[in-house]
């Protein structure tokens, strides 16, 4: 047997390789490097794990549920009912968040220096990383906004 023969009779006796996906090269501000991991996608023990991004998610999740403001609203307030304040009103995002979910909208307005005034930390990461943790802030809409739904949805079958 010539070794062209025997290398595909090998090959065709080995199991598949699992299918290999790269997961999201993540960039390490300490080291100044880039990781790129790859990632079995049949074996969820390689999976790498965004621990800031999930840090970001709950915070602004908490945000989302805890923030409130009273007096006068942010500039910038065109009078449209869509949730955001108008002069002398308090403002809670859980406000806009219930009309958005009334009307199956799917944009939340989100002041920045409410942001900053709340959690300056969570502020940085969103400015310095905004397209980073994007995926986190929007996962930590849909808690919030299932969570709304979900207490919605209870109440007015109590009715």
């Known amino acids: 047997m010539d070794d062209a023969s ?7 006796a080995l199991p598949p390789a699992a299918p290999v996906a790269p997961a999201a090269a993540q960039f390490n501000p300490d080291n100044q490097q880039v990781r790129d991991e790859r990632v079995d996608v049949n074996a969820g023990a390689n999976v790498s794990v965004d621990e800031s991004g999930l840090l970001v998610t709950a915070r602004f999740v908490n945000f989302l549920q805890e923030f409130h403001q009273a007096g006068p609203a942010s500039p910038g307030t065109d009078g449209e009912d869509d949730g955001t304040p108008t002069d002398g009103e308090s403002y809670s995002y859980l406000t806009q968040l219930q009309m958005m979910i009334e009307r199956d909208g799917s944009t939340l307005f989100v002041d920045f220096d409410h942001v900053a005034s709340f959690d300056w930390e969570l502020k940085e990461a969103i400015e310095f990383e905004t397209y980073r943790f994007d995926p986190f802030l929007r996962q930590g809409l849909t808690q919030v906004r299932k969570r709304r ?11």
């Open 6 to 12: 025997d290398a595909g009779s090998v090959a065709a």
């Open 149 to 159: 739904s979900a207490r919605s949805a209870k109440e007015h079958s109590l009715l």
